[in-house]
């Protein structure tokens, strides 16, 4: 299986600052007809994850545009350009690329 | 508007079974490629099992081969995963969801316990 690899872990972050989460997979997630199925997914406190970024820097309806996503083959970032009190929860990096799709561990953001 | 709302769970004693339900509406499901998350408390999600929009194609995680079965019936826009033989590591909130994982459901809780 494809391993997902977050970092960092736990992201504590003032407010109105940068924020920046790093994924690597341990193998390329381009696929045969050169796509790349590498999504960001949000899990705010007691609710469902919400996809933010897919196909590595695209933002989904309704996503503001301080979030952004980039990266090619095996390493991939998201950043938030400048934090808000309703970023804070878990950020996941998910591969679609090869089956069985596999997530990150993680990145638990919180507020400073 | 796309929604997706789950339902089944519940809780089991190991080497139950149980049949959660997906119900879509704002789209065919027919569509679409579906699928099942799960989360276990505490944990990240893990994909379970897909099926493709005439459900010729399935796949499941290899945690769950021989004993998890998804299905659909494209007439009622429903997704289902039938869960045999339970064990405690199942405990988990289920989620349904589309494609690349656009949408999903508030999910449903299955827990295994004696």
């Known amino acids: 299986d494809v391993v997902m690899t977050q970092s960092p872990l736990s992201l504590p972050v003032t407010l109105g600052q940068p924020a920046s989460i790093s994924c690597r997979s341990s193998?390329?997630?381009?696929?045969?007809?050169?796509?790349?199925?590498m999504h960001w997914f949000q899990q705010r406190p007691g609710q469902s994850p919400r996809r933010l970024i897919y196909r590595v820097s695209n933002r989904d309806s309704g996503v503001p545009d301080r979030f952004s996503g980039s990266g090619s083959g095996t390493d991939f970032t998201l950043k938030i350009s400048r934090v808000e009190a309703e970023d804070v929860g878990v950020y996941y990096c998910?591969?679609?690329?090869?089956?069985?799709?596999?997530f990150g561990q993680g990145t638990k953001l919180e507020i400073k | 508007e796309v929604q997706l709302v789950e339902s089944g769970g519940g809780l089991v004693q190991p080497g139950g079974s149980l049949r959660l339900s997906c119900s879509a509406s704002?789209?065919?499901?027919?569509?679409?490629?579906m699928r099942w998350v799960r989360q276990a408390p505490g944990k990240g999600p893990e994909w379970v099992a897909s099926i493709k929009g005439d459900g010729s194609v399935t796949s499941y995680v290899d945690s769950v081969k021989g004993r998890f079965i998804i299905s659909r019936d494209n007439a009622k826009n429903s997704l289902y995963l039938q869960l045999n033989s339970l064990r405690t590591e199942d405990t988990a909130v289920y989620y349904c969801?589309?494609?690349?994982?656009?949408?999903w459901g508030q999910g449903t809780l299955v827990t295994v316990s004696s």
């Open positions: 704002g789209f065919t499901i027919s569509s679409h490629w």
């Open positions: 969801a589309r494609d690349q994982l656009e949408t």
């Open positions: 998910m591969q679609g690329t090869h089956w069985p799709y596999t």
């Open positions: 193998q390329s997630l381009v696929d045969s007809a050169g796509d790349t199925y």
